[in-house]
């Protein structure tokens, strides 16, 4: 089975930076759209950023100019580099690939398992 493996989470301070990663395991063709998502307790899960296989990021304007998603396509993994944290940005962050196993097959979507970021003083 394939897996999304995420890394990174934790405490800090606000104003403090913090970077997540998420590497998908397994045997992976490609992989196309990856982003990061979040869920605050209570709230259903939101977006973060997503990035295209070429490249092209989008943001939500909550984090836009704070959190920078990038990604590694040789070895399947999504960054999200989070800056000037803010308390509001305390939640459980999952990141999503969308993945193929071969060129032929359909693409499929995968969560990470989620990692806890709490930004506290």
């Known amino acids: 089975q394939v897996q999304l493996v995420e890394s990174g989470g934790g405490l800090v301070q606000p104003g403090g930076s913090l970077r997540l990663s998420c590497a998908a395991s397994?045997?992976?063709?490609?992989?196309?759209?990856m982003g990061w998502y979040r869920q605050h307790p209570g709230k259903s899960r939101e977006l973060v950023a997503t990035?295209?296989?070429?490249?092209?990021?989008n943001y939500a304007d909550s984090v836009k100019g704070r959190f920078t998603i990038s990604r590694d396509n040789a070895k399947n993994t999504v960054y999200l580099q989070m800056n000037s944290l803010k308390p509001e940005d305390t939640a459980v962050y999952y990141c999503?690939?969308?993945?193929?196993?071969?060129?032929?097959?359909?693409?499929?979507?995968?969560w990470g398992q989620g990692t806890q970021v709490t930004v506290s003083s």
């Open positions: 990035i295209s296989s070429s490249g092209t990021t």
């Open positions: 999503n690939a969308v993945l193929k196993y071969s060129s032929l097959s359909p693409w499929f979507s995968r």
């Open positions: 397994g045997s992976i063709f490609s992989a196309s759209a």
